[in-house]
Each structure stands twice: as C-alpha cells, then as structure tokens.
C-alpha cells in the first residue's frame, strides 16, 4: 500500500497518507463524512485537525437543530 507523508495546511504538523492509489483507503476514510473538501483546499487536514473541525461540524449541525 503506498503511503505519503503530508504537512497539514492548518497546524503543519506532518502525517501519512495511503489513499494516494484508488486500490487503498486513507485513515480519513473511516471517519464520519460530515465535511466537504473546499474547492480551494490546499491540502488535507493531519488527524487532530480533521477530527476537531469534524466534531465542530457535529455541534454546529445540534446547535442548527435545536433552534
């Protein structure tokens, strides 16, 4: 499985990535498909960074909800 080390666009912190190949997956892949990926994103996000902006999105959909 190929894997590619990435800088993440937001904190820089460097991470690996297998989803290079349409035969494998990414560890991104396991996660809830809340966010789409910005025309302009420069990048992907590193796991930490990922899973915060996802449970933000998470509140942020309750918080719409609950009005």
């Given at each position: 499985m190929p894997e590619s080390t990435r800088i993440c666009p937001q904190c820089a912190a460097t991470f690996c990535c297998t989803g290079d190949e349409p035969s494998s997956a990414c560890w991104c892949m396991a996660l809830p498909p809340?966010?789409?990926?910005?025309?302009?994103s420069v990048g992907c996000l590193c796991p930490a960074c990922l899973g915060l902006a996802i449970?933000?999105?998470i509140e942020q959909a309750k918080l719409i909800q609950n009005t």
């Open positions: 809340v966010l789409t990926v910005p025309e302009n449970a933000a999105q």
